[in-house]
């Protein structure tokens, strides 16, 4: 069974500043999703990647996919307060198993 | 842009009563999904369709039932709410052959069985 793991679970950062969210899952997948969600609001898509290698960018966010590690980071550059928000990552089996979040919090 | 429309953003019903949440998506999308999302357990699958007329159980299906008689229309049911139901659903659809698809989700129901 596929399990998928983030890390940190909780990120409080000052603005200015970078750090890594991780993603870790279990079984061999080629298709790794990041997805953010504010309070009260759904999940908003942000990244596919589709392949081993695979690195996308959008704006102070960036995604890469190892699929040989199975590991899945994203970085982020400069952190600013309209970033704060809970990150998903969410991982391709017989279906989407999602981690179980990391909840960003950049104060000035 | 995809949009997921679910029909209640908050509701409020009592035990033993009857809830439909409906969802319509505007972007011919074969597959359809129910979640739900209760703090510290992330998201869970509850049903999902790949076509109209043919759905899923997910992994916690007990207590609700879906209805898909059109394409662009997922409808989830309580047929008696309880107080473990209790939660914010989540409505997703997507073009990916297969659930392993990526999701556009709707803005999400908050539901609350007192």
């Known amino acids: 069974e596929l399990k998928v793991e983030q890390n940190p679970l909780f990120l409080s950062m000052q603005e200015g500043k970078n750090y890594t969210i991780y993603c870790n899952y279990s079984?061999?997948?080629?298709?790794l999703y990041w997805y953010r969600q504010d309070p009260g609001k759904s999940l908003e898509s942000l990244f596919v990647l589709l392949s081993n290698g695979a690195v996308k960018q959008e704006g102070r966010l960036m995604a890469s996919l190892d699929t040989k590690a199975r590991l899945s980071t994203l970085h982020i550059t400069a952190a600013v307060h309209d970033l704060s928000a809970t990150y998903f990552c969410a991982v391709a089996d017989d279906k989407l198993i999602f981690g179980t979040g990391t909840r960003l919090q950049v104060f000035p | 842009d995809v949009k997921v429309t679910q029909s209640s953003r908050y509701l409020v019903k009592r035990t033993g009563e009857k809830v439909f949440l409906e969802c319509v998506q505007d972007?011919?999308?074969?597959?359809m999904f129910w979640y739900r999302q209760d703090p510290g357990l992330g998201l869970r699958l509850i049903y999902f369709s790949y076509d109209v007329k043919m759905k899923e159980k997910g992994d916690i299906p007990e207590g609700y039932s879906v209805s898909r008689e059109k394409k662009e229309r997922f409808s989830l049911i309580l047929e008696s709410a309880s107080t473990n139901q209790t939660s914010m659903y989540l409505c997703?659809?997507?073009?990916?052959?297969?659930?392993?698809?990526?999701?556009?989700f709707g803005e999400g129901s908050r539901l609350t069985v007192l």
């Open positions: 079984t061999t997948s080629d298709r």
């Open positions: 972007m011919d999308h074969e597959n």
């Open positions: 997703a659809s997507s073009l990916w052959p297969g659930v392993g698809g990526e999701l556009f």
